[in-house]
Nanobody
Framework: QVQLVESGGGLVQAGGFLRLSCAAS????????VGWFRQAPGKEREFVAA????????YYADSVKGRFIISRDNAKNTVYLQLNSLKTQDTAVYSC????????????????????WGQGTQVTVSS
């Protein structure tokens, strides 16, 4: 089992930035593909970004491509999501998730394919 804890959320003005962290315990996160998802009020959870266990392959949703960057530090057992040029529509609860197997862009974007989830961290972008 792996436990995931997100941090780094907060209130930021449009155009600003945040860095979210997904810290793991229980197992080495380097063995897992990690995805970030978000859920805004009244909407379904949606894929944001994913990084394969090897760290060399990343996937992004079109809505965040060029603004968000996913990375991992296996020595710290942590995956990061850098949020740049934030927009009001980025407001949501951001959660990280982990799965043992690699995946394609489509596979990594599917909520149901992840085995472990964190509780989430709130990101609010004001205009």
């Amino acid at each position: 089992q792996v436990q995931l804890v997100e941090s780094g959320g907060g209130l930021v003005q449009a155009g600003g930035f945040l860095r979210l962290s997904c810290a793991a315990s229980g197992r080495a996160l380097s063995d897992y593909t990690v995805g970030w998802f978000r859920q805004a009020p009244g909407k379904e959870r949606e894929f944001v970004a994913a990084i394969l266990w090897g760290g060399g392959v990343t996937y992004y949703a079109d809505s965040v491509k060029g603004r968000f960057i996913i990375s991992r530090d296996n020595a710290k057992n942590t995956v990061y999501l850098q949020l740049n040029s934030l927009k009001t529509q980025d407001t949501a609860v951001y959660s990280c998730a982990a799965r043992r197997a690699d995946c394609s862009a489509y596979g990594c974007s599917r909520v149901g394919t992840y085995d472990y989830w964190g509780q989430g961290t709130q990101v609010t972008v004001s205009s």
